[in-house]
């Protein structure tokens, strides 16, 4: 059994900050990729910013420039540090983690971002 627990998230205005971190905990063997999706109301989830085990990363075209995502493997952690965050950050902020051929996700996270 594995558990991603994420958090960070809250109330912010534009143009600020917020860091969101998640930890895996359980029967972990072996984290291959982990990041962190998206899911605005009434849209589906999407692909915000992901990290290879060595460290390489992607990001969605939307947060380029703005966001950060790192990791540290021997603490199986994944973060995001976002800023100059727009009203079209706004939605719940899940973290993923890809073992064994399965994705495991966290309890989601709400970020809001008010104009």
């Known amino acids: 059994q594995v558990q991603l627990v994420g958090s960070g998230g809250g109330l912010v205005r534009a143009g600020g900050s917020l860091r969101l971190s998640c930890a895996a905990s359980g029967s972990i063997f072996s984290i291959n990729d982990m990041g962190w999706y998206l899911q605005a109301p009434g849209k589906q989830r999407a692909l915000v910013a992901r990290?290879?085990?060595?460290?390489?990363?992607n990001y969605a075209d939307s947060v380029k420039g703005r966001f950060t995502i790192s990791r540290d493997n021997a603490k199986n952690t994944v973060s995001l540090q976002m800023n100059s965050l727009k009203p079209e950050d706004t939605a719940v902020y899940y973290c993923?983690?890809?073992?064994?051929?399965?994705?495991?996700w966290g309890q989601g996270t709400q970020v809001t971002v008010s104009s």
């Open positions: 990290i290879t085990s060595g460290g390489s990363t």
């Open positions: 993923a983690a890809d073992m064994v051929n399965r994705r495991y």
